[in-house]
């Protein structure tokens, strides 16, 4: 019983909301920990992954990108957020990938696959496509999965605990 109520506690103490849409948010670990460990996977995925030794889209990559990174900037600051920004380091790289692909972790580290490039073949098309993955990041969905990973890895430490010690209540 006592795991059931810590459990439930760490929950209820770790729900926010999402700054946009006023969604409610598991969030159990700080950004700044989130953030950290985002940095370190995207510098290993870089490290993995050839960049695009195209610097015309490479650059049409950044250029929508810092302007994607500057709308979101300004919007913050002018709903007082600005603050869910702290931290952030904005990156964008166009890696050399046939995958029709994007994404962005928290912090903002962009990374689009050049095989986009072959469907996204506007400023705008790519716009849509990086606003969205931006939108993921900015809404802090990294650090509401990796909670969602920790509630579940308690929730089994809670079931094992169980397990182990009244096995016929199981």
Request: negative net charge; proline residues 2%; aromatic residues 6%.
């Amino acid at each position: 019983m006592f795991i059931l109520s810590l459990l439930v506690l760490t929950i209820l103490s770790g729900c926010s909301d999402v700054a946009m849409t006023g969604r409610k948010q598991l969030n159990l670990v700080p950004a700044s920990t989130v953030q950290s460990m985002a940095f370190s996977e995207y510098k290993q995925f870089l490290s993995e992954n050839k960049l695009s030794t195209d610097a015309a889209k490479t650059q049409i990559v950044r250029t929508v990108g810092t302007r994607i990174q500057k709308a979101v900037e300004s919007y913050m600051a002018s709903n007082n957020m600005s603050d869910r920004l702290a931290g952030y380091q904005w990156e964008y790289n166009l890696v050399e990938n046939k995958e029709i692909n994007a994404w962005a972790m928290p912090g903002g580290k962009v990374v689009v696959y050049t095989g986009l490039l072959t469907v996204a073949t506007t400023d705008t098309e790519l716009a849509v496509v990086m606003g969205h993955e931006i939108a993921h990041a900015v809404a802090n969905h990294g650090g509401e999965r990796l909670s969602q990973g920790l509630i579940v890895q308690l929730g089994g430490m809670g079931l094992d605990y169980a397990i182990q010690n009244k096995p016929e209540a199981t």
